[in-house]
């Protein structure tokens, strides 16, 4: 097997996080927040294009679709850029790539085509493939192993941070706040109503023009600062995604974070339309709930479970947290009004450590196999194009949004059975 050369700088893994880890992990976290804030714009993106192109629930999830599912394209690729270039390639690729697809925005927003939007998600979720590839792994490297699910959970919760602020910010400049009933649709004669939905489709230009200059920024600083790195000068023909996946904790991650990921984007891309359905909220203050309510108790999740880390084991906290999302996901299916809203924000609050937790505990011990591992994770994202899309149809079939949340309760049955079983390493 290859083995990793030593780097010019200290080592990665060294005994403690020194003075010149210190700027990069800064840097690196930076990344966390950029891709959490562009993620969370989806949930405004969704109900807004919803009415701007007058879809269903199975169609406004294709949004969801195109994001995920570059994931599962791009994850491999962006693996071998990291082990042929190294970290800093990969997250500079990644960052031009993002930022290409926010300027795409424009395009799509003056041509008024729904497949142009999704277009434009899709590469920039290329190059957040690039970005979670990279800085998920090098988080856990900037430091002592023993505390790398520690570490990578203090870096998502910027991760959370951003959740909290991206709701509330495209809910300003994105939603409107006028919201028609199919007979005031009716009633509009064709030019009014093209011209209001054009009007409509407008408004994400200045929000994802803003976020595509900022990220050019980010890309322009990481290629100019000198950050510790790792690449691997020689493969060996054995090194390759099915190697990697002879480690069965890997293969139990794959699938858990394929359901995780799915669970959480269910419910926060629905989140919008359950508040409208559940407790009549119009879409403004169910915006102004998904980022000061669930945005904020995400954040506030990521940093609680990072320091309830320091006393219990990972694992044993992952089990608690998916034990209580499965309650709260029965709460969801079976009520009604404001305590629907809040058994929402308090899955957000339980999910919030399961990413990074999940990611970690299944790149654990991997060794030369970690990058593969790294991808193969990322990979298993494209349950966020599968899933919700499910939930759509259940929905649109059922006429009941509510019903569908079966589907967040089956993904975190499947994360409680990582974290009792999965996640336990074999020896090989």
Same mark, same amino acid.
């Given at each position: 097997?290859?083995?990793?050369?030593?780097?010019?700088?200290?080592?990665?893994?060294?005994?403690?996080?020194?003075?010149?880890?210190?700027?990069?992990?800064?840097?690196?976290?930076?990344?966390?927040?950029?891709?959490?804030? #562009?993620?969370?714009?989806?949930?405004?993106?969704?109900?807004?294009?919803?009415?701007?192109?007058?879809?269903?629930?199975?169609?406004?999830?294709?949004?969801?679709?195109?994001?995920?599912?570059?994931?599962?394209?791009?994850?491999?690729?962006?693996?071998?850029? +990291?082990?042929?270039?190294?970290?800093?390639?990969?997250?500079?690729?990644?960052?031009?790539?993002?930022?290409?697809?926010?300027?795409?925005?424009?395009?799509?927003?003056?041509?008024?085509?729904?497949?142009?939007?999704?277009?434009?998600? /899709?590469?920039?979720?290329?190059?957040?493939?690039?970005?979670?590839?990279?800085?998920?792994?090098?988080?856990?490297?900037?430091?002592?192993?023993?505390?790398?699910?520690?570490?990578?959970?203090?870096?998502?919760?910027?991760?959370? /941070?951003?959740?909290?602020?991206?709701?509330?910010?495209?809910?300003?400049?994105?939603?409107?706040?006028?919201?028609?009933?199919?007979?005031?649709?009716?009633?509009?004669?064709?030019?009014?109503?093209?011209?209001?939905?054009?009007?409509?489709?407008?408004?994400?230009?200045?929000?994802?023009? #803003?976020?595509?200059?900022?990220?050019?920024?980010?890309?322009?600083?990481?290629?100019?600062?000198?950050?510790?790195?790792?690449?691997?000068?020689?493969?060996?023909?054995?090194?390759?995604?099915?190697?990697?996946?002879?480690?069965?904790?890997?293969?139990?991650? #794959?699938?858990?974070?394929? /359901?995780?990921?799915?669970?959480?984007?269910?419910?926060?891309?629905? /989140?919008?339309?359950?508040?409208?359905?559940?407790?009549? +909220?119009?879409?403004?203050?169910?915006?102004?709930?998904?980022?000061?309510?669930?945005?904020?108790?995400?954040?506030?999740?990521?940093?609680?479970?990072?320091?309830?880390?320091?006393?219990?084991?990972?694992?044993?906290?992952?089990?608690?947290?998916?034990?209580?999302?499965?309650?709260?996901?029965?709460?969801?299916?079976?009520?009604?009004?404001?305590?629907?809203?809040?058994?929402?924000?308090?899955?957000?609050?339980?999910?919030?450590?399961?990413?990074?937790?999940?990611?970690?505990?299944?790149?654990?011990?991997?060794?030369?196999?970690?990058?593969?591992?790294?991808?193969?994770?990322?990979?298993?994202?494209?349950?966020?194009?599968?899933?919700?899309?499910?939930?759509?149809?259940?929905?649109?079939?059922?006429?009941?949004?509510?019903?569908?949340?079966?589907?967040?309760?089956?993904?975190?049955?499947? #994360?409680?059975?990582?974290?009792?079983?999965?996640?336990?390493?074999?020896?090989?």
């Amino acid at each position: 097997m290859a083995t990793l050369p030593p780097p010019k700088s200290p080592p990665l893994n060294g005994p403690h996080l020194t003075k010149n880890r210190i700027f990069p992990f800064a840097l690196i976290i930076s990344l966390f927040f950029f891709w959490g804030f #562009v993620h969370n714009l989806d949930p405004i993106l969704i109900p807004h294009l919803r009415k701007t192109f007058q879809l269903n629930d199975l169609q406004s999830s294709l949004v969801d679709s195109a994001v995920f599912v570059a994931y599962f394209i791009m994850a491999l690729p962006a693996g071998y850029v +990291m082990r042929r270039f190294g970290y800093k390639a990969g997250i500079v690729s990644g960052l031009i790539l993002f930022a290409a697809g926010c300027f795409l925005f424009l395009p799509a927003a003056d041509t008024h085509l729904y497949i142009l939007f999704l277009g434009a998600l /899709f590469i920039i979720a290329s190059g957040l493939s690039f970005l979670e590839t990279a800085a998920n792994p090098y988080a856990t490297l900037l430091g002592p192993p023993e505390t790398a699910t520690q570490r990578l959970n203090f870096a998502q919760s910027f991760n959370g /941070f951003a959740a909290m602020l991206a709701p509330v910010i495209g809910g300003q400049f994105i939603l409107s706040g006028r919201e028609m009933s199919d007979a005031e649709y009716r009633a509009l004669s064709p030019q009014l109503l093209q011209d209001y939905l054009h009007t409509e489709a407008q408004s994400v230009k200045a929000p994802y023009l #803003v976020l595509g200059v900022l990220v050019l920024f980010a890309a322009l600083l990481f290629g100019l600062c000198k950050l510790p790195d790792a690449k691997e000068k020689s493969l060996n023909k054995n090194n390759s995604p099915l190697q990697a996946f002879k480690h069965s904790h890997l293969r139990w991650a #794959v699938v858990a974070q394929f /359901f995780y990921v799915g669970a959480q984007v269910c419910v926060g891309s629905f /989140f919008i339309r359950m508040a409208k359905t559940s407790a009549n +909220m119009d879409e403004k203050t169910a915006a102004h709930y998904l980022g000061w309510g669930y945005g904020l108790a995400f954040m506030l999740g990521r940093f609680f479970g990072t320091f309830l880390m320091r006393f219990f084991k990972s694992e044993k906290l992952l089990t608690v947290y998916a034990l209580i999302n499965c309650s709260l996901s029965l709460l969801v299916i079976f009520n009604q009004g404001l305590i629907v809203v809040y058994a929402l924000i308090s899955i957000s609050f339980f999910m919030s450590i399961m990413f990074p937790t999940i990611f970690s505990l299944g790149i654990k011990n991997l060794g030369t196999d970690t990058q593969f591992g790294s991808s193969l994770i990322v990979m298993s994202i494209v349950g966020g194009a599968i899933l919700p899309p499910v939930l759509g149809f259940i929905s649109d079939s059922s006429g009941s949004i509510q019903h569908a949340y079966i589907v967040p309760l089956i993904c975190f049955i499947v #994360v409680l059975l990582f974290a009792t079983k999965g996640h336990k390493i074999k020896n090989i």
